[in-house]
T-cell receptor, first 112, second 110 residues
Framework: KAGVTQTPRYLIKTRGQQVTLSCSPI?????VSWYQQTPGQGLQFLFEYFSETQRNKGNFPGRFSGRQFSNSRSEMNVSTLELGDSALYLCASSADSGNTIYFGEGSWLTVV | QKEVEQNSGPLSVPEGAIASLNCTYS??????FFWYRQYSGKSPELIMS????GDKEDGRFTAQLNKASQYVSLLIRDSQPSDSATYLC??????????FGKGTRLSVIA
């Protein structure tokens, strides 16, 4: 069974640009969560989607947005990038919202 | 604000010893508890989950949960250099998001 797939794995963007990250969950999983990981703050929750609906949202500015498609694939978008957005962005999937989550390999974003 | 606290380490143990990793949490309503291992430059991978008070063993790993004390721990027996990583404790209540501690860095010295 394939795991959680995230693309792109590595990217470099300039301040002010926007970026879109993609996540394909484990087959059969309907819940997708996104986390940001930085050395100083650890893993911070961004949002969770279940059956195309945002179920939970973390304390991030409106520049961070996401969506989920009918096939459970998810995307997150960050607009007007800032240097502080440089981080590892992790997508995780679970069979349902209350179940164990499994992480993808992550997307490393560097903002210069 | 739900919080999960872990000692950042590094925790250094000799090869073959028992490594003990600890975690406390603030939300008394927490129901599910997880330990993830993260190697440098990699994503977290699930080691164990525990839902009831007591011990749960899986190979060299034992998770211990004490809800009254709001405390969860992970014991690694016969520690190996390959166990050197950051261990993340995560706590969940119902359908709320998983809350992670900042992790404990473990170093197993050969």
């Amino acid at each position: 069974k394939a795991g959680v797939t995230q693309t792109p794995r590595y990217l470099i963007k300039t301040r002010g640009q926007q970026v879109t990250l993609s996540c394909s969950p484990i087959s059969g999983h309907r819940s997708v969560s996104w986390y940001q990981q930085t050395p100083g703050q650890g893993l911070q929750f961004l949002f969770e989607y279940f059956s195309e609906t945002q179920r939970n949202k973390g304390n991030f500015p409106g520049r961070f947005s996401g969506r989920q498609f009918s096939n459970s694939r998810s995307e997150m978008n960050v607009s007007t990038l800032e240097l502080g957005d440089s981080a590892l962005y992790l997508c995780a999937s679970s069979a349902d919202s209350g179940n164990t989550i499994y992480f993808g390999e992550g997307s490393w974003l560097t903002v210069v | 604000q739900k919080e999960v606290e872990q000692n950042s380490g590094p925790l250094s143990v000799p090869e073959g010893a028992i490594a003990s990793l600890n975690c406390t949490y603030s939300d008394r309503g927490s129901q599910s508890f997880f330990w993830y291992r993260q190697y440098s430059g990699k994503s977290p991978e699930l080691i164990m989950s525990i839902y009831s008070n007591g011990d749960k063993e899986d190979g060299r790993f034992t998770a211990q949960l004490n809800k009254a004390s709001q405390y969860v721990s992970l014991l690694i027996r016969d520690s190996q250099p390959s166990d050197s990583a950051t261990y993340l404790c995560a706590v969940k209540s119902g359908n709320t998001p998983l809350v992670f501690g900042k992790g404990t860095r473990l170093s197993v010295i050969a």
